[in-house]
């Protein structure tokens, strides 16, 4: 059986992001699960806002075609995402519209599909974005990716981190390791069954 592929991103584009570094948690959860693990940032992509008469204009952008390049592989996602005004990120739901399109009339490319992933959030708050999480559930159990049911939302988040990238709070750091863990089996599991 080859590696299950997990492939992450999170859903921020600032510099030292506490969703990156929660991401980067969980993918330590995920290599120790076994898997193969590709961070991506999403700032390394240029694409504008969803735009039906663009796409039907010009297809898909370069950077659209690159991201779905770097998801096609993946057995399962990890995602972290911030929340705002109690919803999801912007440049996150943007690219998961744009990746949930067809890379062209004769190649549907469905990237998304038949993927599980595991979803975290952070924030300085103290809910820790989860009412962002179940915003970002629905979507992607509407492009056709199972969610796990092990999440973590990280209050409190400006206070949370060690220099090495851990969470100073030992069982919280076990919970966002155990999403990286629960992803791998998921994906584990999906694969077996097909």
Not at 11 to 40: I, P
Not at 51 to 70: C, I, S, T
């Amino acid at each position: 059986m080859t590696t299950i592929k997990i492939t992450g991103f999170a859903g921020s584009l600032r510099e030292g992001s506490f969703n990156c570094k929660l991401l980067e948690r969980a993918a330590v959860g995920a290599r120790e699960a076994g898997a193969e693990v590709d961070l991506v940032d999403l700032r390394d992509f240029e694409v504008p806002i969803y735009h039906g008469d663009l796409e039907a204009e010009n297809g898909l952008p370069a950077g659209v075609l690159a991201f779905k390049d770097r998801l096609r592989e993946a057995d399962g996602l990890l995602i972290a995402s911030p929340e705002y005004n109690s919803s999801v990120a912007p440049v996150l739901k943007n690219m998961i519209d744009w990746a949930s399109r067809p890379s062209s009339k004769d190649a549907p490319d469905p990237c998304l599909a038949g993927k599980v992933a595991g979803l975290m959030a952070s924030s300085p708050g103290r809910l820790g974005g989860i009412r962002g999480l179940s915003h970002l559930r629905d979507i992607l159990l509407n492009v056709g990716i199972q969610v796990t049911s092990k999440q973590y939302a990280l209050p409190g988040a400006h206070e949370s981190f060690e220099a090495d990238g851990s969470l100073s709070v030992e069982h919280i750091d076990q919970s966002v390791l155990e999403v990286g863990h629960e992803v791998v089996r998921m994906a584990g599991a999906l694969r077996t069954a097909s």
